[in-house]
Nanobody
Framework: QVQLVESGGGLVQPGGSLRLSCAASGFSLDTYTIGWFRQAPGKEREGIGCISSDDGETYQADSVKGRFTISRDNAKNTVYLQMNSLRPEDTAVYYC????????????????????WGQGTQVTVSS
């Protein structure tokens, strides 16, 4: 069965850290650009960053730049989102997605055109 599964979400205090994982099964991630999105209640889904399939080039949105880092371990078929200095406004459901497009085109694709989506994991930042 082909799927992406996110894990690592939870409740964290402001200023804290979490690391989300995006694990693939049924296919190999090493040829895919992997992106992270989030969606807060009542808001549009926001693309927050992605990592290329080959040289590890990464992109982060301004809203998370300097706080969030994306990395990949192709041997484990997993991509990570390290989130530091979390803020209440980071509260959202976080999704990963995989697509064969280059990283610089990833966020230009319509949601329905992306090859694979995970089911999402909740991150809540609150004291």
């Amino acid at each position: 069965q082909v799927q992406l599964v996110e894990s690592g979400g939870g409740l964290v205090q402001p200023g804290g850290s979490l690391r989300l994982s995006c694990a693939a099964s049924g296919f190999s991630l090493d040829t895919y650009t992997i992106g992270w999105f989030r969606q807060a209640p009542g808001k549009e889904r926001e693309g927050i960053g992605c990592i290329s399939s080959d040289d590890g080039e990464t992109y982060q949105a301004d809203s998370v730049k300097g706080r969030f880092t994306i990395s990949r371990d192709n041997a484990k078929n997993t991509v990570y989102l390290q989130m530091n200095s979390l803020r209440p406004e980071d509260t959202a459901v976080y999704y990963c997605a995989a697509d064969l497009s280059p990283w610089y085109q990833f966020f230009l694709k319509d949601r329905d055109e992306v090859d694979y989506w995970g089911q999402g994991t909740q991150v809540t930042v609150s004291s």
